[in-house]
T-cell receptor, first 114, second 113 residues
Framework: ETGVTQSPTHLIKTRGQQVTLRCSSQSGHNTVSWYQQALGQGPQFIFQYYREEENGRGNFPPRFSGLQFPNYSSELNVNALELDDSALYLCASSLGGGAGETQYFGPGTRLLVL | AQTVTQSQPEMSVQEAETVTLSCTYD???????LFWYKQPPSRQMILVIR??????QNATENRFSVNFQKAAKSFSLKISDSQLGDTAMYFCAFPPYGNKLVFGAGTILRVKS
């Protein structure tokens, strides 16, 4: 069974640029959630995708957008990068988006915005 | 607003001893789930233990157990026989909507030899 994978591992961008982060869900999982984790803080929910449709969104501006593909892999896109977007971005997959469904996390992508 | 509070920013414990990490949460729901996740220095978040609120019995996973006090909205994690590999950031998490998690600020646990 393959776990959740994310790419790239690290990324450096400059303010105003755009970035795309990728996530492959665990085998058999149809739901992907994205979280932003600033240094020294707990992760913050960005949004969730269930069977290629957005299934809930946290308090993030529209410049944070996403996609889920038929194979349930997912992308997180961030436009017009700001310095405060520097963080660890975590992807988590689950078998559905129900309350009892455990989320399994990938290793994350560390984004630095200069 | 649904919140999760971890009041201990940092904790230390000697190897082989027991340590308890505290967590409180706020919800008006009756049936829900609670989670403890561990994030070692290598950063991959790993599920430690999960509790279903409608179950009276506290969850246990090997050396990890919880003390779930529903009325007090308290969900503490007890680690017995602490090992060096338990050194990590520990997050308490609660999903107020579906399984979309709200995390606490975390507790850094250092296990000393």
């Amino acid at each position: 069974e393959t776990g959740v994978t994310q790419s790239p591992t690290h990324l450096i961008k400059t303010r105003g640029q755009q970035v795309t982060l990728r996530c492959s869900s665990q085998s058999g999982h149809n739901t992907v959630s994205w979280y932003q984790q600033a240094l020294g803080q707990g992760p913050q929910f960005i949004f969730q995708y269930y069977r290629e449709e957005e299934n809930g969104r946290g308090n993030f501006p529209p410049r944070f957008s996403g996609l889920q593909f038929p194979n349930y892999s997912s992308e997180l896109n961030v436009n017009a990068l700001e310095l405060d977007d520097s963080a660890l971005y975590l992807c988590a997959s689950s078998l559905g988006g129900g309350a009892g469904e455990t989320q399994y996390f990938g290793p994350g992508t560390r984004l630095l915005v200069l | 607003a649904q919140t999760v509070t971890q009041s201990q920013p940092e904790m230390s414990v000697q190897e082989a001893e027991t340590v308890t990490l505290s967590c409180t949460y706020d919800t008006s729901e009756n049936n829900y789930y609670l989670f403890w996740y561990k994030q070692p220095p290598s950063r991959q978040m790993i599920l430690v233990i999960r509790q279903e609120a409608y179950k009276q019995q506290n969850a246990t996973e090997n050396r990890f157990s919880v003390n779930f006090q529903k009325a007090a909205k308290s969900f503490s994690l007890k680690i017995s026989d602490s090992q060096l590999g338990d050194t990590a950031m520990y997050f308490c998490a609660f999903p107020p909507y579906g399984n979309k998690l709200v995390f606490g600020a975390g507790t850094i646990l250092r296990v000393k030899s």
